[in-house]
């Protein structure tokens, strides 16, 4: 099945600094890739998705690559903010599996003031 | 449009006892997933469920978990005979199936005693 590995389990970073979250997969069909946010108690909130026929995706401060042939995709936060302090999980799915989400392990971003 | 609606918040069984927890999905959705999150952990999938259907349940233990997705009323994850292994928050997720993006409710917290 589907393997997601996630670097850094953690991150600290300060204020107004940038953070950079690297996922890589092993599936080769795998072709959707959501990132969640997850608040210390609660539910995980999709931030970002990107799909595999796009290389680049931007909302705001957030963006997100994608490089098929290697297998990774990356999570880059521009001028954090102390709100931005969560848990980010990445993910990658398959339409073969339903899109039922293989999850990396996390990473705690700290954003200090 | 209310989201992903999961109860109870909390679930406190001694062992040996069952745990029922439900999962209504978000309104539209007719595709739910449930995954289990340990303790600073990611989140592990479970099961795929789509209406009366278990399309994927590769994530389940074999002994003492089941769910279903009934025609009417909202999805349930029993476990039974709870074993201090089984403490975990448990996610339920919807979507509008394909790769539209998933939804996730605010989970159960087991513990069991």
């Known amino acids: 099945g589907e393997n997601v590995e996630q670097h850094p389990s953690t991150l600290s970073v300060q204020e107004g600094d940038s953070a950079v979250i690297k996922c890589t997969y092993s599936d080769s069909a795998s072709n959707y890739f959501p990132w969640y946010k997850q608040e210390l108690g609660k539910r995980p909130q999709l931030i970002i998705d990107?799909?595999?026929?796009?290389g680049e995706k931007k909302d705001q401060r957030i963006a997100v690559t994608l490089n098929k042939t290697a297998k990774h995709f990356s999570l880059h936060i521009t001028e954090t903010q102390p709100e931005d302090s969560a848990v980010y999980f990445c993910a990658a799915s398959t339409s073969n599996s339903g899109y039922a989400l293989n999850f990396g392990k996390g990473t705690s971003l700290l954003v200090t003031p | 449009n209310a989201g992903v609606m999961q109860n109870p918040r909390h679930l406190v069984r001694r062992r040996g006892q069952e745990a029922r927890l439900r999962c209504s999905p978000m309104k539209g959705h007719s595709h739910v997933y449930w995954y289990r999150q340990l303790p600073e952990e990611g989140l592990k999938f479970m099961v795929y469920?789509?209406?009366?259907?278990?399309?994927?349940e590769s994530g389940m233990p074999k002994e003492r978990f089941s769910a279903e997705f009934p025609k009417e009323g909202p999805s349930i994850l029993r476990i039974q005979q709870v074993v201090r292994g089984d403490s975990a928050a448990y996610f339920c997720a919807s979507s509008q199936g394909g790769d539209s993006p998933l939804h996730f409710g605010n989970g159960t917290r087991l513990t069991v005693t």
């Open positions: 469920l789509q209406k009366e259907n278990i399309i994927d």
């Open positions: 990107i799909r595999s026929n796009v």
